[in-house]
């Protein structure tokens, strides 16, 4: 299998990653079964047989925190902090729970057995925006025929957000998430610095000039043509969404100990030996206290291309070599 024949195997971004990266090393895929979707992996007389998208780790319980429900109450109790919240199936339970609990707003409600941000509504700022955040779940649970009912109504807690990665036991990249956003120099326009910023990016992963960015830079009395200052930051829409031109830089060297420990700790509790921990945080290089973070989730089979070159911004983690090395401990880098 080439490089073209990863991208039909698999859509799971992750996963193109490792396999590109093993044909790289002179790993031979070849396909077991289509129908079954395995391939085997063969280097230096040594084979392994992998099956769907999943990359090559031990995963006793990875099911566990597809509920991110069950996540929470796990890591609550062994006193990791999670974002205070509710759990319903209705809109008037989830009302009624939001009473009782004396839940102040802003809130935010998100599938129970959600990912991608799919059905997540932000910013909930009253009882009328409640029902349609749960009305909009509904309807994005007909058009993508999830099973699962629950929604989880939570405080929205203020900070940066985080993306951590953990192997067996150990933190090996933490990237900060920030929005699609151009540094000024001085000398350039508006339009420039995007072009210069989507020459870095693979394709699919550029800023777009659409109706959101446009409207930003209107509202910051701003055009295209503006030269920004030196140093001015100019954000150019709120979501951080790699796909939409979002950024995230690595930060894994200024990650402060106790925030590496408790990431960890979340991964050994739930059994996870490889996971994409999310966290919200003040400020990760200071130390964790109860009131500057939250654990919002755990992935257990992480898209990671915004932790590896070239998605990544500063030195990056070889995330997919490093899973090679679960697999062929003496494969060497090409
Ligand atoms: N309690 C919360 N406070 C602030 N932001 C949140 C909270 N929960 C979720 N979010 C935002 O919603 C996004 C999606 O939530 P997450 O729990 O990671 O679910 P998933 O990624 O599976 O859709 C997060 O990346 C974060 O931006
Ligand atoms: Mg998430």
Redesign the pocket.
Known sequence: MNEKAVDKWTKHGGFRSFLKCATRCGVKITVLSKESHVIRLGYGGDVAFLKGANAPVMRRMGNLTRN?DVTKQILEDVGIRT?RGIVANSIQDAIKAVKKHRMPFPL?L?PTH?????G?T?NIRSEQDLRDAFSSFEKIKREHSLKKDTVLV????VGH?YRVLVLNGRVISCVQKVPASVIGDGTSSIKKLIGAFNKTRLRGFKIRLDAIAENTIAENKLTLDSILPKGRILRLRNN?NMSDGGRSIDVTASMHRSFKDLCVKSTEVTGLSFAGV?V?AKDLSRPARRDNY?I??LNPNPYYNMNEKPLAEGKGTDVSFLLLKQLFPNIRKK
């Open positions: 991110k974002p935010i998100k959600g990912s991608r941000s799919l997540v932000w939570e405080e929205m807690f957000e951080l999310d919200i939250v919002l989730e």
